[in-house]
């Protein structure tokens, strides 16, 4: 299948400080990337999809301000968590769809943990 | 939200095959159906999909029932490795289309 890669892996920061998350497609070029967040022993949420050029679409209940997602190229997309406070930290995963309609592939995950 | 319904859990024995189903009764035309599997604090990984008629790969066989409203993911020797949630997404076919993950099935595979 396709690759998706994720960067970095796991992060810990501090309260107050910013993380920027990469989501990379690796060999396919990925026109919608989703970004999900997981919490222990939960499903993955979908906080919003993104098409390349275009301004990401976040779902309800979401702060677009303070999850910030950037997706410039279709290769590439980022999501930078703002301000970043205990109650952030999760499990966050990208995914990448490209054009053909098959299905979406999955980075490996970042586990960010804000102290 | 989800529309389909799984398992919350399932146990199997290693070299037995593990039948996963899934009901989505309220499936759609244009609507495949996905299975994906996350082991333990990885991303998900794509398995199989379809629209109406059987599929298989290197993976899995996927089986859907004729009026669609249901399906079994089916690995033919489970492994130890095959220790997972499992997830039975319906989606269109068109890229933009969101995945929305139910709660899946935990498979346990035991030696």
């Known amino acids: 299948g396709a690759v998706v890669s994720q960067h970095p892996s796991w992060v810990i920061c501090k309260s107050g400080t910013s993380v920027k998350i990469e989501c990379r497609s690796l060999?396919?070029?990925?026109?919608?990337m989703f970004w999900y967040r997981q919490f222990p022993k939960q499903s993955l949420m979908l906080m919003a999809t993104?098409?390349?050029?275009?301004?990401?679409?976040?779902e309800q209940g979401v702060e677009k301000d303070k999850f910030l997602i950037n997706h410039a190229s279709l290769t590439l997309s980022t999501l930078t968590v703002t301000s970043a406070h205990p109650e952030d930290s999760s499990f966050y995963i990208c995914?990448?769809?490209?054009?053909?309609?098959?299905?979406?592939?999955f980075g490996q995950g970042t586990r960010l943990t804000v102290v | 939200d989800a529309k389909t319904t799984q398992p919350p859990s399932m146990d199997c024995a290693e070299g037995r095959a593990a039948n996963l189903p899934c009901n989505h009764s309220?499936?759609?035309?244009?609507?495949?159906v996905y299975w994906y599997r996350q082991i333990h604090s990885q991303g998900p990984q794509y398995i199989i999909h379809?629209?109406?008629n059987n599929e298989t790969n290197e993976m899995a066989s996927l089986i859907i029932t004729e009026d669609r409203k249901s399906s079994t993911l089916i690995l033919p020797h489970a492994t130890l490795r095959d220790t997972a949630v499992y997830y039975c997404i319906v989606r269109a076919i068109y890229n933009t289309d969101k995945l929305i993950f139910g709660t899946g099935t935990r498979l346990q595979v035991f030696p």
């Open positions: 993104s098409n390349e050029g275009s301004k990401a679409t976040y």
């Open positions: 309220t499936i759609s035309g244009n609507e495949y």
């Open positions: 060999d396919f070029q990925a026109t919608t």
């Open positions: 995914s990448g769809s490209g054009q053909g309609g098959f299905g979406a592939f």
């Open positions: 379809g629209l109406k």
